[in-house]
Each structure stands twice: as structure tokens, then as C-alpha cells.
């Protein structure tokens, strides 16, 4: 019985922390096929897992360098998680969805 209570308080903790809130940046440069790739799996990833419970903002380094170096971006495409806390960067297209939902802390 123990465990299906803990079961149940776990599945109730992970649906709760999906409904908080996420912001997140993701940062590319131009429209290079990396990416376009990466904002498509990014906006797959939270429809699926997110249901209208984040805001995503697309950022390109090209035309907005000064972001890119005050924020420290070093690598593109990069998926920065403003909130909920911890913050989190991701790097890549985001191809791996369990990398990028386990980033997310999903």
C-alpha cells in the first residue's frame, strides 16, 4: 500500500511541476538548419509535455549580440530554463527528447 501511495504522491508531484510555469530562451543564430531543427523540437517537446504552460522566446544571437554575450552563450543552439528554478542550459538541435525533458526537469 506504502508504495502505491508513494507512486500516486510522485505522479502528483511531476503533473504539478508541469503545471508551473516555464520560461525559456533559446538561442540560435540566423536560420541555419540547426537551428530551424531546434526550435521545431523545442516547441514539439513543450506542446507535448507542457500544454500551453511555458513561454518560449526565440533568440538570434546574429542580431542581438549583446544578449548572447551578457547571458554567456557560448554554443548554438542553447535552451536556457529561466524558470522554475534550477536554471538549466541545454545545447544542441534537441533531438534527444529525454536529454532535453530530463534538462527541463521533467
Not at 505522479?11 to 530562451?25: D, I, P, T, W
Not at 524558470?83 to 542550459?89: N, Y
Not at 544542441?92 to 527541463?104: Q, Y
Amino acid at each position: 500500500m506504502d508504495e502505491l501511495n508513494g507512486s500516486t504522491e510522485s505522479k502528483k508531484a511531476l503533473k504539478s511541476r508541469r503545471m508551473e510555469n516555464y520560461v525559456l530562451h533559446l538561442y540560435i543564430k540566423d536560420m541555419s538548419l540547426k537551428s530551424v531543427r531546434a526550435i521545431k523540437n523545442v516547441k514539439q517537446i513543450c506542446d507535448e509535455n507542457l500544454q500551453g504552460h511555458y513561454q518560449l522566446d526565440v533568440i538570434d544571437i546574429s542580431q542581438q549580440p549583446i544578449l548572447a554575450r551578457e547571458r554567456q552563450i557560448i554554443a548554438i543552439p542553447t535552451l536556457v530554463k529561466e524558470s522554475p528554478m534550477p536554471l538549466r542550459r541545454l545545447v544542441g538541435d534537441m533531438s534527444n527528447t529525454e536529454r532535453v525533458l530530463a534538462g527541463l526537469g521533467l
